[in-house]
């Protein structure tokens, strides 16, 4: 099966005519600094951690947000050649990726790497160098660039329903749903199950240590208006539970040409306790998040800057002994849970890695916005986005 629903995408291209690498001018630097200002609009909703929030699908995907940060580069642009406003958009995007570099932390469920940020970014540059190829006039081009990346935005936009109309078909009755790790796209599925198509199954959710990100989901869903039951266990706990699953459904950071996926730390185990168990694991992800890269083990991820090691430090965890994470209600937040740390000596090594890579073979379908896929079919889909 390579994929049941065909969803038109622009047409990009690798850039066979590169890029300009003439020095910007100030007029163009200041014009780069206005996308993050765009980036912060498009963002300003919330950081995507409230409660309400997982259920707010209008909040927008920082990868989205900056497809039209880079959309408002071209609006603006006085550019008079097509190298001098791939230049620009260059800038933009190395200033969006090295402003979210600087503002998240390895402790933060939101920003476990910027591999699907850069994903996106790169789609939109490609696609940008197909639309010149494909109208010399400089001027056509960059009307036509204007008007097919509205709709390349509006699509990814709509990502999360087409991925909920595709995969919510996959939950069954009565059954039992473990899911890991905070993701709109997942509780786009289980909420179209539930409530679109009314079935009754229930949720286990991985506490998702260090920053109890599925603390968090779990409260999301308890106060919810679909009173989805919903089971919070501990991370080391998913040997434990897996024979009263049925399945697991995971969200993804990226999704890479090899068909495996980056995502939140304890993935790759949790699909391998799936697999020893017999238990279909399906992963969930926007096309915008198909990364033109070829890990084949955790190194190759650490190599992409996905980790640090330390000597000794500060070991950080959400403190889950609070009388919020118990189910006390005492006015506090689940989302304000402390931070805890432990110091540990030099003698210690301290790495804290936010994601880690779940090999293709672990993987039993992924539910995208290009339809269901095997992961075999991820690189073909690759091949046709960047051809």
């Not at 291209?13 to 765009?38: I, M």
């Not at 189910?327 to 540990?344: H, M, R, S, W």
Request: negative net charge; proline residues 4%.
């Amino acid at each position: 099966m390579t994929s049941s629903t065909n969803i038109a995408t622009p047409s990009i291209s690798t850039g066979g005519g590169g890029l300009s690498s003439s020095s910007s001018s100030s007029t163009s630097k200041r014009r780069t600094s206005q996308v993050l200002e765009d980036l912060k609009g498009f963002l300003k909703r919330g950081d995507g951690n409230g409660d309400d929030d997982l259920f707010d699908m209008s909040v927008m995907a920082t990868p989205v947000a900056a497809i039209k940060a880079l959309l408002g580069v071209v609006q603006r642009s006085n550019a008079t050649t097509m190298m001098e406003l791939q230049d620009e958009l260059k800038q933009a995007r190395e200033e969006i990726l090295e402003h979210h570099q600087s503002t998240t932390t390895s402790s933060s469920s939101s920003s476990a790497n910027r591999i699907g940020l850069s994903s996106g970014c790169d789609l939109f540059l490609r696609y940008a160098t197909r639309t010149f190829l494909e109208f010399p006039d400089f001027q056509a081009s960059r009307n036509e660039m204007l008007e097919r990346g509205q709709r390349f935005a509006s699509l990814s936009l709509a990502a999360r329903d087409r991925i909920a109309l595709v995969a919510a078909d996959f939950i069954q009755e009565g059954q039992t749903v473990l899911i890991h790790g905070w993701s709109r796209v997942v509780a786009s599925i289980l909420l179209k199950a539930a409530v679109q198509q009314g079935k009754h199954f229930d949720i286990v959710v991985l506490e998702g240590r260090p920053d109890a990100a599925g603390v968090k989901v779990a409260k999301a869903y308890a106060s919810h208006s679909s009173k989805i039951p919903t089971t919070v266990i501990l991370d080391s706990a998913m040997g434990y539970i897996m024979e009263k699953v049925d399945i697991v459904l995971v969200g993804a950071e990226a999704v890479v040409e090899n068909g495996g996926c980056v995502n939140k730390m304890g993935t790759y185990a949790l699909a391998t306790c799936a697999k020893a168990h017999g238990k279909p694991f399906y992963v969930a992800s926007e096309s915008y998040k198909f990364a033109r890269l070829f890990p084949l083990n955790q190194q190759d991820l650490s190599n992409m800057g996905s980790s640090t090691i330390e000597r000794g430090g500060p070991f950080l965890f959400a403190d889950t002994s609070s009388k919020t994470f118990n189910g006390n209600d005492d006015g506090k937040d689940v989302n304000e849970l402390p931070i805890q740390p432990i110091t540990l000596p030099k003698e210690v090594n301290v790495e804290n890695s936010p994601c880690d890579f779940t090999p293709a073979k672990f993987i039993t379908l992924l539910f995208t916005d290009l339809g269901v896929l095997t992961p075999s079919a991820v690189s073909d889909e690759l091949i046709r986005l960047y051809q």
